[in-house]
């Protein structure tokens, strides 16, 4: 039987794979809670979703805080009081530090749009298509100290065709991711990843 997962989930757009992780626990396929979702912007549209699914939100902005170590203490605070055992980063543009991974020893994932270590990077999609490569696709991994390294947990192919465009091509990865994320999660819940 699988657990209740406890996690939070970090943003700073729209919030699209979040909603997937709502829609799969609404749809009883992941046994799992949002304790919270923080947001780096407060004008993130996955605080809306957030809100309108009844889960707690925070816009925590790195530019309300003196130095980088002071929005790390904020940051780990508010994952720690909400409860969470799991992070899940879904778009969140900032790095974390150390003092975010170790409250939560290899518990942090990140979801990034291409075959790591392949294109990583906040322009991943981009640079697979134009690089011409015949496929590329998701990785959901756990994170560390460096932008998309850490070991990974899963990957699927997504193919660039023949006729695609960028756009075309960004849709088909941003359904794959939100495919994805949430299998993962149920695997992490029932405890068949590492």
């Known amino acids: 039987m699988a657990q209740q997962l406890k996690i939070a989930v970090l943003i700073s757009g729209s919030g699209s794979n979040l909603q ?3 829609d799969a626990i ?3 396929t992941l046994h799992a809670t949002i304790q919270v979702v923080i947001s780096s912007r407060p004008d993130a549209y996955g605080l809306t979703r957030a809100k309108q699914a009844g889960i707690p939100t925070v816009a925590l902005s790195h530019k ?3 130095d980088a170590a002071a929005f790390d203490r904020a940051l780990t605070h508010e994952l720690l009081q909400s409860g969470a055992e799991w992070v899940v980063m879904a778009g969140y543009m900032r790095l974390l530090t150390s003092r975010v991974l ?3 020893p290899n518990r942090v994932l990140n979801l990034h749009p291409a075959l790591l270590p392949a294109f990583k990077g906040a322009h991943a999609i981009r640079d697979a298509f134009e690089a011409g490569v015949a ?3 998701v990785t959901v991994h756990i994170a560390n100290e460096e932008y998309d390294c850490g070991p990974i947990l899963a990957q699927r192919e997504v193919p660039i065709l023949p006729d695609d465009t960028l756009e075309a091509l960004e849709e088909r990865i941003h359904a794959t991711e939100h495919e994805l994320y949430p299998q993962v999660l149920v695997q992490i819940a029932a ?4």
């Open 102 to 104: 170790d409250a939560f």
């Open 64 to 66: 309300n805080y003196p």
């Open 20 to 22: 997937a992780i709502i």
């Open 135 to 137: 496929t590329t696709g």
């Open 191 to 194: 405890g068949r990843l590492p």
């Open 26 to 28: 609404a749809a009883g």
